[in-house]
């Protein structure tokens, strides 16, 4: 199946530890980007990449980090976990170009304890 | 600084009848917005856009209607149906193609 899948589905560690979140696509997308939904359904973005161009959110804290291996992969390592790290976290693709919609993968629900 | 708003967080409705869903935005730079529909434990799928120079779309049920003056947008479902119950979002992209979302309505369509 064409799709956006992301690993682990859930995510339960312990503050200071450091996690990886996995994201590939197979829709020939060129960007990639990671949203994060707190505990107020909002959604936002922390970080667009094409193999280009890097583009942060300002408020994304640095111990969070986007990791791109190739086109299909854009990882999300954090470091160093709080208790407001707790969210639901979503990888999406699209074509650069232009405004195109976003391809969503089903979210990985980190829980820092 | 929220740039796209939806103000009602739940919304119910008898199937068959018609499900309107509303969304404000402050930026009058955004002249592409676009709903999405999301099921729980699931990611958002797109679901319908629509550019600034229109002030309407329709694809099937679905229709969006764009007020620019008024900074506003609608999603209109007719006839609803109880597979349409997800939460609706709407977005709209800079010209990174980042995406600014409000913060969902959840519609529940009663049989």
């Known amino acids: 199946d064409t799709a956006v899948s992301q690993t682990p589905k859930y995510l339960v560690t312990q503050m200071g530890n450091d996690k990886s979140i996995k994201c590939e696509q197979n829709l020939g997308h060129d960007t990639m980007y990671w949203y994060k939904q707190d505990s107020k359904k909002f959604l936002k973005i922390m970080f667009s990449?094409?193999?280009?161009?890097?583009?942060i959110n300002e408020t994304v804290p640095n111990r969070f980090s986007p990791k791109s291996p190739d086109k299909a992969h854009l990882n999300l390592h954090i470091n160093s976990l709080e208790l407001g790290d707790s969210a639901v976290y979503f990888c999406?693709?699209?074509f650069g170009q232009g405004y195109s919609p976003l391809h969503f993968g089903n979210g990985t629900r980190l829980t820092v304890t | 600084d929220q740039q796209v708003k939806q103000n009602s967080p739940s919304l119910s409705v008898q199937e068959g009848r018609i499900s309107i869903l509303n969304c404000d935005y402050t930026n009058s730079m955004f002249d592409y917005f676009l709903w999405y529909k999301k099921y729980p434990a699931e990611g958002p799928t797109f679901l319908i856009s629509i550019s600034s120079i229109k002030d309407k779309n329709e694809d099937g049920r679905f229709t969006v209607f764009l007020n620019k003056s008024a900074k506003h947008l609608s999603l209109h479902i007719v006839p609803s149906q109880p597979g349409d119950s997800a939460v609706y979002f709407c977005a709209a992209p800079n010209t990174g193609n980042q995406f600014y979302f409000g913060t969902g309505t959840s519609l529940t369509v009663i049989p």
């Open positions: 990449y094409n193999n280009k161009e890097l583009i």
């Open positions: 999406a693709s699209s």
